[in-house]
């Protein structure tokens, strides 16, 4: 289950780490085999689904994406919760947004979906 607590430190450490644009801090909250869902897959990668799945494949995606964003910065807007999950909503380049992350029992995101306006 998850908490108040830990979705708030969570969502804190993950907007530091984004704008950090360090790359491996930002895996860090992710299992290996993960699963990233976002139309930005499909405009950079030409991934039909919006999905990749697994660290590689996903550690190409957003270091392009840091790459071509050089002044990538987040800024946290609000965490709801849910038993499994939390939403982060935050002001991003793309304008307001809102990523779904999903958890295992080890607390490390293995989904992620992403909602931009």
Do not use: C
């Amino acid at each position: 289950m998850i908490d108040n607590t830990f979705a708030q430190e969570f969502a804190s450490d993950w907007i530091d780490s984004w704008n950090t644009h360090d790359l491996e801090r930002i895996l860090a909250h992710y299992t290996d085999d993960f699963e990233m869902t976002s139309p930005i897959i499909i405009e950079r990668m030409g991934v039909p689904s919006g999905t990749l799945k697994g660290k590689q494949a996903i550690r190409d995606y957003w270091g392009l994406g840091l790459q071509r964003n050089p002044t990538l910065h987040f800024e946290l807007v609000q965490v709801f919760v849910s038993a499994n999950s939390i939403l982060i909503h935050y002001n991003g380049h793309k304008g307001p947004s809102a990523e779904y992350l999903y958890f295992d029992d080890q607390r490390k995101v293995v989904k992620a979906v992403a909602h931009y306006t």
